[in-house]
């Protein structure tokens, strides 16, 4: 409470300037800024009066000093505006390969905190502790990227011909245009992000963790499920455990299961997808579209810089693979793997 204290008299401050700050995010009386009008309609519900408006803003489903908070943060400058996305689903052709980008909306969110040891079968506590996190919108692919939109872009990028034999045999097992990317390193994800920022003059990007999560656990119209979508991982996810020979599972086409809150796909189970993060573990802080996990760089030893953060899981990786599959589970592997399973989808910003 004394820091709700310390927001309101900066608010004081805020209110005898001449100009409001414009932003959506916060906006609860919908005249197109966030302001001391929203802070007094949240405050007026809290309290039990009727406003005869939606003052949900962070669309957790309650009215509560966490929406107070959220306007208060963004008349601070705290929370910046929505990047310029427009709040309408986009489908792109490209190279002949049409695929599509599902509007995010914005909002805050608890960030991790859930134990996952007991689906775990082992100690899986690094998405502890939870913490409040609130990212801008954004949109993000409706599927993970599939191998005809990969290659058409990534000719030269087989990823492991001529590296791993057993990898590549897997690899040459799965190569159809029809089946999400497999045994992409990170490196060439992004570069596969840059190129398809050129073709199309709009900027792509591998999704922060944040952002993943925030998708996966299905924005504002979240339900509060373990996985994405749905609390019975088969419903959404393909998996297969528990597998002595986790490389032999069967690759799907994407949108074999039932999709999310929010019209996603796999992003339970199927592919392990990169994210943009570095590997750290959580901090209790608060924050605001967060790049990395907030606290102190995950020990992986003497490279533990060249680590990335993959969500969602894989079709098969032994016992603890049912912990990653949850929203929650963070793996990582160094940037150079190249791995059966490691796959991704991108965020568009702009």
Aim: with cysteine.
């Amino acid at each position: 409470m004394k820091r709700i204290y310390k927001q309101l008299i900066a608010l004081a401050a805020l209110v005898c300037m001449p100009t409001m700050v414009s932003a959506t995010t916060g906006d609860v009386t919908g005249d197109g800024a966030a302001d001391i009008d929203d802070v007094n309609m949240i405050i007026n519900q809290m309290l039990g009066f009727e406003t005869g408006l939606n003052c949900d803003a962070n669309g957790d489903g309650s009215v509560d000093v966490d929406d107070l908070n959220l306007v208060i943060n963004v008349l601070l400058g705290l929370v910046p505006d929505d990047p310029g996305v427009t709040p309408e689903d986009e489908v792109f052709t490209v190279e002949g390969v049409t695929f599509k980008m599902i509007y995010v909306e914005g909002g805050t969110f608890q960030m991790g905190g859930r134990d996952l040891t007991p689906i775990g079968g082992f100690s899986t506590k690094s998405n502890l502790p939870g913490h409040q996190v609130t990212v801008s919108s954004f949109k993000i692919m409706e599927t993970e990227c599939i191998q005809a939109l990969y290659y058409a872009l990534m000719p030269e990028n087989c990823d492991i011909e001529n590296e791993d034999e057993y990898y590549y045999r897997t690899w040459k097992k799965w190569r159809d245009d029809a089946y999400p990317a497999e045994c992409v390193k990170w490196d060439n994800a992004v570069l596969f992000a840059q190129k398809l920022s050129e073709l199309t003059g709009r900027t792509f990007r591998l999704p922060t963790e944040a952002e993943w999560e925030w998708a996966a656990k299905g924005g504002v119209k979240s339900e509060g499920y373990l996985y994405s979508g749905s609390d019975d991982i088969y419903q959404v996810g393909n998996v297969h455990f528990p597998s002595s020979s986790p490389y032999e599972q069967t690759l799907k086409v994407p949108k074999t299961k039932a999709p999310n809150e929010l019209g996603l796909y796999d992003m339970t189970g199927n592919q392990m997808e990169w994210t943009n993060d570095v590997g750290y573990l959580y901090s209790e802080d608060e924050q605001v579209n967060p790049e990395h996990g907030g606290g102190y760089m995950m020990d992986f030893g003497t490279n533990s810089a060249d680590y990335r953060v993959l969500r969602g899981g894989s079709r098969d990786y032994f016992n603890y693979m049912w912990a990653l599959c949850a929203n929650e589970g963070r793996g990582a592997l160094v940037k150079t793997s190249n791995q059966p399973g490691n796959g991704f989808r991108l965020v568009l910003v702009n």
